[in-house]
């Protein structure tokens, strides 16, 4: 009996000893969760210690999760492009006197293909939730570009919750533990910086669709282009498509074409901006074969979206270097805009650089970090708009140098009338219309008398002020259409449009009047000149202008025959000069 006891108590001992140590390992691992504590107070737990564990598979049971190694960190983290599939676990406790509703925010997993959330009390599931992206529309958890979790912990409750995050490509998220007011603060709160970025960059993508429309420059669509890319991905990347229009899972992850479409037409604005084809052929080859690889990637994304975004930092980080190394080498040999370009895209390289390191698990969770390819777009981008606006003013400048050329190559530089060569040019046009709408075409050769005494008495400046109001005179009696020209020293010839030849005749009598009673100062004097007027109609049918220019010369110098100070027209001069001659 006393050993049958002694064997009882034995037993009873051992039993107690391994539930002791069965407790105690298992009071150990409970506490070892990292555990965040809510209380009567607002909850808003934004950063808070966690554990992550990335799966070997992406399919496991929720048993075979917590059988994982998990890695203390806090609830905003990136694990870059390796860990598809990401387990993380936390706990929270109540310690208000009162039930609490609290509910957990997943904000990026709009780029997901999917997410999952598993609450165990006492060791025990008690509910979980999955989301699969590509029918987020239907689940109720996900809130536009949000998975929340909400649930009600007793008082003095605890919970711990497992996490599930399954990337396409690589993994940067935070996790957000709120109240009721919170969260919807929250989920209204959202997407305001990125709307603001989307909607610059669409206000410059209409400026440039109209600059082209106005300008036919084939950098603006380009660029114009090089921004609906960069506006597609900001939007896709963090998250604003999912927030408009839902657009989550497979089909989002097609709109990741348009990084390198966006890469793509940047070479295009390079190759169109500096005309490297025709002033700069090395770095043309240059940026011409990289734009090839780019394109191909393209293409393959089309097939493999997942294989060609594999490649698609690869060919980026080539992309940066090689256009800052084409932009440097354009502006070594002196492109003026070239230096705006290498700024511009310095910003790129330098956020693109801190993102990258970020999406890596290199760098911290910071704004910058997770903002860093939009900031650095929007950098870019308004940098390329002064581009743009700067080739503008150089355009602008090269036309307004161009047309005083023009100017100066058709003008008198003396009395800013047309010259022989406008003259005769303009007078052919109008000669052709008038043939065409068969109107009348008369020319008038006008001449100043005795001119070579006012030089010669007065000086040269004076016989300028007389050429010059002589042009002003001929000018504001003419119509816009008419040709007014000085075809050399003091000869003046008018083209008539659509007028008769009386009518011609009565207007070359009211010149010849006006310029009689023109005084002009010279010396103290007042000096009056005179002049004689040719008329000579052109025959539409078998005349031109050099002919109607003899006649009318020929009808002139019967006007300086007959004593000067008169008109005459050719073919009836004499009668005519008799008729208006003055005593």
Same mark, same amino acid.
């Given at each position: 009996?006393?050993?049958?006891?002694?064997?009882?108590?034995?037993?009873?001992?051992?039993?107690?000893?391994?539930?002791?140590?069965?407790?105690?390992?298992?009071?150990?691992?409970?506490?070892?969760?990292?555990?965040?504590?809510?209380?009567?107070?607002?909850?808003?737990?934004?950063?808070?210690?966690?554990?992550?564990?990335?799966?070997?598979?992406?399919?496991?049971?929720?048993?075979?999760?917590?059988?994982?190694?998990?890695?203390?960190?806090?609830?905003?983290?990136?694990?870059?492009?390796?860990?598809?599939?990401?387990?993380?676990?936390?706990?929270?406790?109540?310690?208000?006197?009162?039930?609490?509703?609290?509910?957990?925010?997943?904000?990026?997993?709009?780029?997901?293909?999917?997410?999952?959330?598993?609450?165990?009390?006492?060791?025990?599931?008690?509910?979980?939730?999955?989301?699969?992206?590509?029918?987020?529309?239907?689940?109720?958890?996900?809130?536009?570009?949000?998975?929340?979790?909400?649930?009600?912990?007793?008082?003095?409750?605890?919970?711990?919750?497992?996490?599930?995050?399954?990337?396409?490509?690589?993994?940067?998220?935070?996790?957000?533990?709120?109240?009721?007011?919170?969260?919807?603060?929250?989920?209204?709160?959202?997407?305001?910086?990125?709307?603001?970025?989307?909607?610059?960059?669409?206000?410059?993508?209409?400026?440039?669709?109209?600059?082209?429309?106005?300008?036919?420059?084939?950098?603006?669509?380009?660029?114009?282009?090089?921004?609906?890319?960069?506006?597609?991905?900001?939007?896709?990347?963090?998250?604003?498509?999912?927030? *408009?229009?839902?657009?989550?899972?497979?089909?989002?992850? &097609?709109?990741?074409?348009?990084? *390198?479409?966006?890469?793509?037409?940047?070479?295009?604005?390079?190759?169109?901006?500096?005309?490297?084809?025709?002033?700069?052929?090395?770095?043309?080859?240059?940026?011409?074969?990289?734009?090839?690889?780019?394109?191909?990637?393209?293409?393959?994304?089309?097939?493999?979206?997942?294989?060609?975004?594999?490649?698609?930092?690869?060919?980026?980080?080539?992309?940066?270097?090689?256009?800052?190394?084409?932009?440097?080498?354009?502006?070594?040999?002196?492109?003026?805009?070239?230096?705006?370009?290498?700024?511009?895209?310095?910003?790129?390289?330098?956020?693109?650089?801190?993102?990258?390191?970020?999406?890596?698990?290199?760098?911290?969770?910071?704004?910058?970090?997770?903002?860093?390819?939009?900031?650095?777009?929007?950098?870019?981008?308004? *940098?390329?708009?002064?581009?743009?606006?700067?080739?503008?003013? *150089?355009?602008?400048?090269?036309?307004?140098?161009?047309? &005083?050329?023009?100017?100066?190559?058709?003008?008198?530089?003396?009395?800013?009338?047309?010259?022989?060569?406008?003259?005769?040019?303009?007078?052919?046009?109008?000669?052709?219309?008038?043939?065409? &709408?068969?109107?009348?075409?008369?020319?008038?050769?006008?001449?100043?008398?005795?001119?070579?005494?006012?030089?010669?008495?007065?000086?040269?400046?004076?016989?300028?002020?007389?050429?010059?109001?002589?042009?002003?005179?001929?000018?504001?009696?003419?119509?816009?259409?008419?040709?007014?020209?000085?075809?050399?020293?003091?000869?003046?010839?008018?083209?008539?449009?659509?007028?008769?030849?009386?009518?011609?005749?009565?207007?070359?009598?009211?010149?010849?009047?006006?310029?009689?009673?023109?005084?002009?100062?010279?010396? &103290?004097?007042?000096?009056?000149?005179?002049?004689?007027?040719?008329?000579?109609?052109?025959?539409?049918?078998?005349?031109?202008?050099?002919?109607?220019?003899?006649?009318?010369?020929?009808?002139?110098?019967?006007?300086?025959?007959?004593?000067?100070?008169?008109?005459?027209?050719?073919?009836?001069?004499?009668?005519?000069?008799?008729?208006?001659?003055?005593?």
């Amino acid at each position: 009996m006393t050993a049958l006891l002694r064997q009882l108590s034995w037993l009873l001992m051992s039993w107690l000893l391994v539930s002791c140590i069965v407790l105690i390992f298992s009071t150990a691992a409970h506490a070892a969760i990292p555990t965040s504590q809510i209380s009567a107070e607002p909850i808003k737990l934004e950063s808070f210690p966690i554990e992550y564990s990335v799966a070997p598979r992406d399919a496991m049971s929720l048993n075979e999760v917590r059988a994982l190694t998990f890695t203390p960190y806090e609830s905003q983290l990136a694990l870059g492009t390796e860990a598809k599939s990401v387990w993380l676990r936390f706990r929270l406790e109540n310690t208000a006197s009162v039930p609490r509703r609290v509910f957990i925010h997943f904000p990026e997993a709009y780029h997901n293909r999917a997410v999952g959330f598993y609450e165990l009390r006492d060791g025990l599931l008690s509910n979980k939730i999955k989301i699969d992206l590509n029918n987020a529309k239907q689940h109720p958890s996900m809130i536009r570009e949000q998975a929340v979790y909400d649930t009600t912990l007793g008082a003095g409750e605890s919970a711990t919750f497992y996490v599930h995050s399954w990337s396409y490509s690589h993994q940067w998220f935070a996790l957000n533990v709120y109240d009721e007011q919170h969260s919807r603060n929250a989920l209204a709160g959202t997407m305001l910086d990125i709307a603001l970025m989307v909607g610059i960059l669409l206000a410059l993508i209409i400026f440039n669709f109209l600059l082209y429309f106005s300008s036919r420059s084939i950098e603006n669509v380009y660029y114009a282009l090089y921004l609906i890319s960069g506006a597609t991905w900001i939007a896709l990347s963090y998250g604003l498509l999912g927030n *408009m229009f839902g657009l989550f899972g497979d089909i989002a992850l &097609q709109f990741h074409l348009s990084l *390198m479409a966006m890469a793509a037409f940047l070479i295009l604005f390079m190759i169109a901006i500096f005309d490297t084809k025709r002033s700069f052929p090395t770095e043309h080859k240059i940026l011409s074969l990289l734009l090839a690889v780019i394109v191909a990637d393209f293409v393959y994304g089309i097939f493999d979206i997942v294989g060609a975004l594999s490649y698609a930092s690869t060919i980026a980080a080539i992309m940066i270097v090689v256009t800052l190394s084409v932009g440097l080498s354009i502006w070594r040999k002196g492109h003026p805009l070239a230096i705006y370009f290498l700024l511009g895209h310095g910003f790129f390289f330098v956020f693109n650089a801190l993102a990258v390191l970020y999406y890596k698990s290199i760098l911290d969770f910071s704004y910058v970090t997770k903002h860093g390819v939009g900031i650095g777009i929007m950098l870019e981008a308004l *940098m390329l708009a002064f581009i743009v606006a700067y080739r503008i003013k *150089m355009l602008e400048q090269v036309k307004a140098s161009q047309e &005083q050329l023009r100017i100066e190559a058709q003008t008198d530089s003396l009395t800013g009338l047309y010259n022989r060569r406008y003259f005769h040019r303009r007078a052919n046009e109008l000669l052709a219309k008038a043939k065409h &709408q068969n109107v009348p075409l008369v020319v008038l050769a006008i001449d100043l008398d005795d001119f070579k005494q006012v030089n010669d008495a007065y000086g040269h400046h004076v016989g300028d002020q007389v050429l010059v109001q002589l042009a002003e005179l001929l000018r504001a009696s003419c119509r816009s259409h008419d040709v007014v020209a000085r075809f050399g020293g003091e000869e003046f010839v008018i083209l008539l449009y659509r007028t008769s030849l009386s009518s011609a005749e009565a207007i070359a009598e009211t010149l010849r009047q006006q310029v009689r009673e023109l005084k002009l100062a010279a010396e &103290q004097a007042d000096l009056t000149v005179t002049v004689s007027i040719g008329v000579s109609e052109v025959d539409l049918n078998v005349s031109s202008i050099e002919l109607a220019l003899h006649d009318a010369d020929t009808a002139l110098y019967q006007a300086k025959g007959n004593g000067r100070d008169r008109v005459c027209v050719y073919g009836d001069a004499q009668d005519v000069s008799l008729a208006r001659e003055s005593n």
